[in-house]
């Protein structure tokens, strides 16, 4: 396998104790951005790349996808305490993650975090591995109608029939959808719903809305109950971990699903937060506990982390062979490259092997230290929970205010942050679902403008979403996926002799 | 002493510790103005895009170059600010009157965003500091479809029929857009100008055969033409760029001819250049003329330029302003043509 | 946000709204934001031009949905026979909710006068002697090390500027 002896070639470049000590390095610095909501990875890179500059490339990019790693686990952290994603790909993990922690059981929902997060990425690692050229020929065939199938896709899968009312499920989409367009339309380039208004033009970030619906609002609500997350001290127990990873192997039909959709979605490229959500929505719609989810179920927490941390790492994998970011880090790693003279691109993996087999070598490497530095810190995150509301309360107001400021360097998106506070401790009150208001608001933006796209290719014309048996599969199993319920009950009706046996795993 | 006394000495206090500050800063304003101006603290270079695109690139460059040869004592920080097509980055350079620390990189939409979207700014609002380079278009198509030539391409576009041919480029109205407007300007042909988000999609799509052709930057396609994906039918300058080391297929970037002598008369390059908030001195307009020189003169600088093939015209002072307006007009009246214009 | 109080007698267990009244008022803050949306839309184009759909033509159907969805729910609210009047909100919840946002509006408001470090130092400051009653010596660590390490994370070490006031102006940053 040729494969495997450039692999081994590459874990004899990282045998330089100085690209272990970057490694170490990148990972601990991660894990800090991946905590600060604002702060992502895209940011943290960009922050540290001119720092890179006097580093070989090696050992710079080495560095940098450590913290992309990094920032991947630490997303992870603030939702399971606080119900404050840390990055954009962690907001499905606080559905299950954070009614964890609020019965005391913050440890286990970080380790499976985690533990999932750390297979997503190993899967897509061996992916990148033997597969790399293959799967760049099979990203190109991606035009604008693909893209559309995929993000329909990922909302057809995730929305569902849910406990609240279908009118308020309708309401809180569209509102999703309406401030996504806020700003300017990408595609014609006029401005939309800004009334003359600078603040405006920038739109509304989904990471702004997010703080503050989930993290201000869930403050909110718990001051309300008096909790004051009394009750909520975690037991803490050094072998929490163990106890966790001994339940965990129940969950691999999640797991696997994940990491599949994962890899999908990181090469098509729809992103690590559309995975991580398409994710989430299917495991709900086919695990046997699917009822119980958003109250507590670890599976919950396994299936958006194996997909978000699987699409993150494998949206590398187009940006190193076709110079197309699969993500907004990588994008900014795709610039790092460009400085350092490497050129992205077909030729990347021929001309430069040290380069990436050093890489991929780093993403085994990088993801088992990132594995021990998360999990050593469990015990130490979850007694952050033991501090007393009136201490933790005002800090993670500040923290959620300098994540909001730090999007876009925005006064004003602040006080949006405190707007969307109260909104969301209002409509959680009345059940309005903030799922899909969040859903709407980052797939609103990329959907809208992918349909135009492909509007434009074909003249006006909707049957391109046919065109080819690629986009044509893909549109099928997304409409499939919204009317699931209908077709489950039909199935159900048609087989009246297996009544014995119902289809409790369908709903 | 009752409290409001207290409260009125302390007020005085203020007062003439406020003063003393002031006099303080005048001092030192006065004592260093013998000297050459300095940052005093962090610049802020803001790029009116999103992280990762060109200007971002070059920005990120810049500081790394600053730092790694300690051009300046005080640190560069880069701020994206991307809202309105890159107008809320203007407006905040534009707005910030006699701030020094504060710096801009540019790209089209400079021009062409208060044209597309009526947002108010001009270059006019902001101090010309340095034109750094200009950026390159270059026409390209998949390798495998059948046009050698410029003129092979805009004739099968002809008889291909309006909007047959699909040009891809990076956002609405801007460069991309404005060069195809102006290809059919000249030509007399339409295309269907898809918009995409970034340089690296639209390169990517036209590999896959989703478009027929793009006018992207060198740099954004030059690995998909070493891979014999694509291929440069023309460069959109006066001259052929000046680098005759072989790319791809023993060719080199010289080799490539330009849009005008190939018959097709359209000219563009993209602005990469500097501004300042507007009422700064010209001591401090001075100081980084100084440093982008500096930063022209370093190895990275000008292997950077040779990687993405650009055009490397420095000017600054009037000179600069020159072009300026006349790259205002140039855009003004493209956009007019084609119908950008915000209503 | 809740302009209804019941003036009657005072207890924690009054009701500060009731779910039906905050129903209504929803459902028509959606409805006004739908109406806003539509109108823009229509500005700017809600067609369907020959090469697809102009700029305003999703957010308009998105406006319309809001629109006749919030709708629904506002005549469903208006027009049951059996109002949800429990409680929304008790008047001694909605004093802790208040207890916490008001000083995070004071907060945000110090940011843009003091910038953000002294506005959290002051916040977390008066948080924890209003609410949670803590000594002095408690909350000076507390209240002074967690600004000064945001200041040293994001001013010096990761270089991005945060707001800013007059102290660090005076002090050169």
Known sequence: MESLVNLMHGFGVLADPMNIVYMFVGITLGVLIGVLPGLGGANGVAILLPLTFSMSPTSAIIMLSCIYWGALFGGAITSVLFNIPGEPWSVATTFDGHPMAQQGRAGEALTAAFTSSFLGAFVAVVLITFLAPLIAKFALKFGPAEFFAVQLLTFCSFVGMGKESPFKVLTAMMLGFALAAVGLDTVTGQLRMTFGSVELLRGFDFLIAVIGLFGIGEILLTMEEGLAFKGKSAKINSKVVLETWKQLPRYWATAVRGAIVGCWMGITPGGATPASFMSYGLAKRFSKNGAKFGTGEMEGVVAPETAAHAAGTSALLPMLTLGIPGSPTAAVLLGGLLIWGLQPGPLLFVEQKEFVWGLIASMYLGNVVGLIVVLTTVPLFASILRIPFSIIAPIIIVICAVGAYTVHNAFMDIAVMLVFGVLGYIFKKLSYPLAPLVLALVLGDMAESSFRQAMLLSQGDLSIFWSNPLVGTIVTLALTMLFWPVISLAITRLRPRQATKPAVSLK | ?343 | MISKKSSHRKSDEDAVATHHTMEIAVALMFAAVAVVVMVDSNRVGNGWASDGPEAGYFPFYVGVIMFISSGVILLTNILSKTPNTSTFVERGQFTLVLKVLIPTIVFVGLIWVLGIYLAAAIFIAFFMAWLGKYPIKTILPIAILIPLALFMMFEIWFLVPLPKGPIETMLGY
Request: net charge neutral; with cysteine.
């Open chain 2, 1 to 343: 002493m009752t409290a409001l006394e207290s409260l009125k000495s302390s007020a005085k206090a203020a007062a003439i510790t406020c003063l003393s500050f002031t006099a303080i800063a005048t001092t030192t304003l006065t004592s260093s103005a013998a000297l050459a101006w300095e940052p005093t603290k962090s610049v802020e270079f803001i790029v009116p895009a999103g992280t990762g695109g060109g200007a971002d690139q070059m920005a990120r460059m810049i500081q790394g170059i600053i730092q790694k040869n300690n051009l300046m004592k005080q640190p560069v920080v880069v701020i994206n600010k991307s809202g309105g097509a890159g107008a809320e980055g203007f407006l905040d350079v534009s707005g910030s009157n006699r701030n020094p620390h504060k710096i801009i990189i540019t790209l089209s939409n400079l021009f062409t965003t208060p044209m597309a979207t009526g947002v108010p700014f001009s270059w006019k609002d902001m101090t010309p500091v340095a034109m750094l380079a200009l950026d390159n278009f270059i026409l390209w198509v998949n390798s495998e479809s059948a046009y050698k030539s410029p003129k092979e391409f805009v004739d099968a576009a002809k008889t291909g029929g309006a909007n047959s041919f699909k040009m891809g480029g990076t956002g609405s109205k801007q460069e991309d857009q404005i060069v195809t407007a102006a290809i059919e300007q000249t030509t007399g042909t339409t295309f269907t100008y898809i918009p995409y988000k970034g340089g690296g999609d639209v390169a990517a799509q036209l590999v896959g055969n989703h478009i027929t052709a793009s006018v992207n930057n060198p740099i954004e396609a030059v690995a998909q033409w070493r891979a014999g994906a694509l291929r440069p039918l023309c460069v959109f300058d006066s001259q052929r760029i000046q680098l005759k080391e072989p790319i791809a297929e023993g060719k080199s970037w010289n080799d490539v001819p330009t849009c005008k002598e190939s018959g097709l008369d359209v000219e563009y390059t993209m602005l990469r250049g500097i501004f300042m908030s507007p009422g700064v001195t010209a001591d401090q307009t001075k100081f980084y003329v100084e440093l982008f020189q500096k930063v022209r003169e370093t190895d990275d600088w000008k292997d950077f330029m040779a990687k993405g093939a650009f055009n490397t015209t420095f000017k600054a002072g009037d000179e600069y302003k020159t072009w300026l307006a006349q790259a205002e007009t140039t855009h003004r009246s493209l956009m007019e043509k084609a119908g950008f214009l915000a209503k």
